[in-house]
């Protein structure tokens, strides 16, 4: 069947350090929605990370590998940009909490601002990731709390490399 529109092309952007549940629930919904979807890696150098942007797009490419219109990719400098270089019209972002909305909306209008013709939507993971962000897995999983459930298996499994090699003192 052919598209009666240009395939509709929507950039997901964030740190993803490291990939969690939330954004795989996030990523499939997109997928559902969208003819191509793109998870854009942020490559900022300010951070300082648990996992190298190759690592991080190796993960989120390991976890999509059978999903062909989930593309992984990074990007530098602004989202807006990249997106017009990849004729993205869509940003998609996921919305947890009421204490997101404040940043989001910011962020949303200002891109708005800069690219009126890109559009932002917002969506809701499901209930139980509603609670989980990359921030609080690492401090968690650093400090020997269970993740299990919260992070896809293949990031799990690099977590727990990690941490050993920081044990062993090698991070
Ligand atoms: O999920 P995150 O880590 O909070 O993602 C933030 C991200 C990457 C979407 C945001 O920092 C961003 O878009 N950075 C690129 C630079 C840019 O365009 N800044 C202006 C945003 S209004």
């Keep these: 069947m052919s598209h009666p529109h240009p395939p509709r092309i929507a950039i997901y952007p964030g740190s993803f350090d490291p990939l969690t549940n939330g954004h795989v629930d996030i990523i499939e919904r997109g997928a559902r929605i969208f003819d191509q979807i793109i998870v854009a890696v942020l490559a900022n150098v300010e951070k300082t990370p648990l996992f190298s942007v190759d690592e991080r797009v190796a993960l989120i490419q390991d976890v999509f590998k059978s999903r062909p219109n989930v593309q992984v990719d990074t990007f530098e400098g602004l989202l807006v940009d ?36 890109i559009e932002t939507v917002f969506m809701m993971p499901a209930e139980q990731y509603t609670y989980i962000s990359s921030r609080l897995i690492k401090e968690v999983f650093m400090l020997n709390g269970e993740i299990d459930g919260l992070v896809p298996p293949v990031v799990e499994e690099r977590l727990r490399a990690k941490r050993a090699g920081r044990l062993a003192g090698r991070d």
């Design 82 to 117: 990249y997106a017009q270089r990849k004729n993205a019209s869509v940003l998609v972002r996921g919305l947890r909490a009421v204490s997101d909305f404040e940043y989001e909306f910011q962020m949303a209008l200002m891109n708005r601002h800069l690219a009126p013709g």
